[in-house]
């Protein structure tokens, strides 16, 4: 999988919204970019991905750079229970044997009141 | 939604015994699944990936023979942890896969060797 850079953690306030940025300078053509997230003591959940044009879901919005070298998620509403470690991976979108998840260190993000 | 199921949530267990973990794909035939181990303040680790049927693969420096994986069938998946220590004391994640590239975890299971 290729390497992403992210921030090891940052605080927002409860109600705003969340930009989460992450760096992935390697990443080649048939890679997406993925991201999930890990509450306290939970397994991760997987929150969005996408390839090169922007995604949005119930729970976020993907922004992805034109050159794909970076990409931001954004939680629109912060709340007290989005507090977790956020987890971008880029890797191939290919149903192949053994595609696995690799996670780098994330960015830990704390919501306060 | 696909769920993956884990068992037990924790357990504590003496030095020198073995523990035995498993995984749950309950609305899917999982082709893959995926063990992680992962230490206090620490990201999540790949332990090795397993398919139903055949022997798992195991990540460069997991001793295979400490930590056996079992995937006896399409929905269930096995970690035994042999002669444990203290230095195994972890948190374990499974992860199932169903179509090898949407991947769903286990609410993973806090092992304590004491």
């Known amino acids: 999988d290729a390497k992403t850079t992210q921030p090891p953690s940052m605080d927002c306030a409860e109600g705003r919204a969340a930009n989460l940025p992450c760096n992935h300078s390697t990443i080649s053509g048939n890679e997406y970019v993925y991201w999930y997230r890990q509450i306290h003591s939970q397994g991760p959940q997987y929150i969005i991905h996408?390839?090169?044009n922007n995604e949005t879901n119930e729970m976020a919005s993907l922004i992805i750079t034109e050159d794909r070298k970076s990409s931001t998620l954004i939680l629109p509403h912060a709340t007290l229970r989005d507090t977790a470690v956020y987890y971008c991976?880029?890797?191939?979108?290919?149903?192949?044997?053994?595609?696995?998840?690799?996670f780098g260190g994330g960015t830990r993000v704390l919501v306060k009141p | 939604g696909a769920v993956v199921s884990q068992h037990p949530s924790w357990v504590i267990c003496k030095s020198g015994t073995s523990v035995k973990i498993e995984c749950r794909s309950l609305d899917f035939q999982a082709t893959t699944m995926f063990w992680y181990r992962q230490f206090p303040k620490q990201s999540l680790m790949l332990m090795a990936t397993?398919?139903?049927?055949?022997?798992?693969?195991?990540e460069q420096g997991v001793e295979k023979d400490k930590f056996l994986i079992n995937h006896a069938s399409l929905t269930l998946s096995t970690l035994t942890v042999t002669s444990a220590h203290p230095e195994d004391s972890s948190f374990y994640i499974c992860s199932a896969s169903r179509d090898n590239y949407g991947y769903t975890f286990g609410s993973g299971t806090r092992l304590t060797v004491v």
């Open positions: 996408g390839l090169k």
């Open positions: 991976i880029v890797r191939p979108h290919i149903k192949a044997a053994g595609n696995k998840l690799t």
């Open positions: 397993s398919n139903e049927g055949s022997k798992a693969t195991y």
